[in-house]
C-alpha cells in the first residue's frame, strides 16, 4: 500500500495580537433615539394639526424635516457599536 503524501508546510497559525473593542460615545445612543423621536413626532403633529403656527407655514417642508431627523438617526445608528 502506497504511503500518503505528509504536509511539508506547517499550518498557519495568525500572530498573537491585542484586539482593543471599540466602544461608542455615551453620547451616542440617546442622541440617535431621540433624533427618531423628534422626527416621527413632527411629522406625526404635522399630520394631526397641519394648521398649527409654525408647523402650517412650512407646508410639505414638514416631512422633508422629519424624515431628516429620522435619517440623521439612521446614520448615527451606523457608528453605534
Not at 466602544?23 to 440617546?30: D, I, K, V
Not at 431628516?68 to 445608528?77: D, H, Q, Y
Amino acid at each position: 500500500m502506497p504511503k500518503p503524501k505528509t504536509r511539508k508546510k506547517a499550518v498557519y497559525t495568525p500572530p498573537k495580537t491585542t484586539q482593543q473593542v471599540k466602544m461608542s460615545p455615551r453620547w451616542l445612543a440617546p442622541v440617535m433615539v431621540a433624533s427618531w423621536i423628534i422626527g416621527i413626532l413632527w411629522i406625526a403633529v404635522y399630520y394631526v394639526a397641519p394648521d398649527a403656527p409654525l408647523l402650517g407655514t412650512l407646508a410639505n417642508w414638514n416631512l422633508l424635516i422629519g424624515f431628516g431627523f429620522i435619517i440623521f438617526g439612521v446614520i448615527l445608528s451606523t457608528r453605534w457599536r
